[in-house]
């Protein structure tokens, strides 16, 4: 090999080494995929021990809580530490956090959680002065929780995206998120029913960036295409008949979480509200995460 062919092959090598790098880098995968234990609900009611034995088996690392079914913090966390995993964050009732908080934060910081989580506000309170209740709530709420180095945060469903006169035809969801504190209040976005409800979640991270360090990674066969004004007619159970394995659906997963820089996402729980094989279905949502680049 001459000097002349010596370099032109050394240049090129570089150059392909370097594109070779750069395609690398900018490809990202989940490092920690997480399961929301409400899932696997009615094993954990039978062996809350074994369960959790058995998600970590599959390959999960990071437990969002739903209930922890008569065990204590220090039981749960416990658990946690046998099975190698971590618990970032739980879902307690918007009773528990108004009512309850200071007892629910010390659980948390005995189980290593950075995260409170309200998933659900019942019927009655959904209404505009309802809501602008739950915002004053979450406020105080969240203002408690930071100052105890715990982030609050809400779990939406479909209904926050039903226009509301009384609030000036904004969605519930956007007048919770303006009429909060950014600092105080985040959002864990449940990323199959806000599709449900027609809506993006990519152009949400885009309008309120940072505020969505939490998203609940769940699948769906079907949407049920309705404009927002006719959601309240939707029938949550049949939804929830289409609620399909991670990848096994029809959501966009790697749009949306090549996007998930500017939302916030932190962490990514699997969910299946109404799975019909808990088990095999967290399997195979596990198996396509743990692949997936974006």
């Known amino acids: 090999m001459n000097r002349r062919t010596f370099i032109e092959t050394s240049v090129a090598t570089a150059v392909l080494t370097s594109l070779s790098t750069k395609a690398f880098a900018d490809e990202h995968k989940i490092s920690k995929v997480g399961l929301q234990l409400y899932?696997?609900?009615?094993?954990?009611?039978?062996?809350?021990?074994g369960t959790i034995a058995k998600v970590a088996a599959i390959g999960y690392k990071e437990m969002e809580f739903a209930g922890y079914f008569g065990h204590s913090p220090k039981d749960v966390r416990a658990i946690l530490d046998k099975n190698g995993l971590t618990s970032p964050s739980s879902h307690e009732s918007y009773d528990t956090v108004e009512k309850k908080l200071p007892e629910t934060l010390?659980?948390?910081?005995?189980i290593g959680q950075t995260f409170l989580v309200c998933p659900y506000i019942d019927e009655k309170m959904r209404?505009?002065?309802?809501?602008?209740?739950?915002?004053?709530?979450?406020?105080?709420?969240?203002?408690?929780?930071?100052?105890?180095?715990?982030?609050?945060?809400?779990?939406n469903h479909y209904w926050e995206f039903i226009p509301d006169?009384?609030?000036?035809?904004?969605?519930?969801?956007?007048?919770?998120?303006?009429?909060?504190?950014?600092?105080?209040?985040?959002?864990?976005?449940d990323l199959c029913w806000i599709s449900v409800a027609g809506q993006d979640p990519v152009a949400y991270f885009k309008k309120y960036p940072g505020r969505f360090p939490l998203v609940h990674v769940k699948d769906i066969k079907k949407l049920p295409?309705?404009?927002?004004?006719?959601?309240?007619s939707v029938n949550m159970k049949e939804v929830e008949k289409g609620m399909t394995s991670v990848g096994d659906g029809i959501?966009?997963?790697?749009?949306?979480?090549?996007?998930?820089?500017?939302?916030?996402?932190?962490?990514?729980?699997?969910?299946?509200?109404?799975?019909k094989e808990a088990f095999s279905n967290i399997a195979a949502?596990?198996?396509?995460?743990?692949?997936l680049t974006f």
């Open 225 to 232: 295409n309705v404009k927002p004004e006719q959601l309240a």
């Open 165 to 189: 006169a009384q609030l000036g035809g904004k969605f519930p969801y956007d007048f919770l998120l303006e009429s909060t504190d950014a600092n105080n209040v985040k959002m864990e976005m």
């Open 127 to 155: 209404t505009a002065d309802g809501y602008k209740r739950v915002a004053e709530t979450f406020d105080k709420v969240g203002a408690a929780s930071k100052k105890a180095g715990i982030q609050f945060a809400y779990h």
């Open 251 to 275: 959501i966009d997963w790697k749009r949306i979480f090549a996007a998930g820089s500017i939302g916030g996402i932190q962490h990514y729980f699997v969910e299946n509200d109404a799975p």
């Open 106 to 110: 010390e659980g948390a910081h005995v």
């Open 39 to 49: 899932t696997v609900r009615d094993e954990m009611k039978k062996d809350f021990e």
């Open 285 to 291: 949502s596990y198996k396509y995460l743990s692949q």
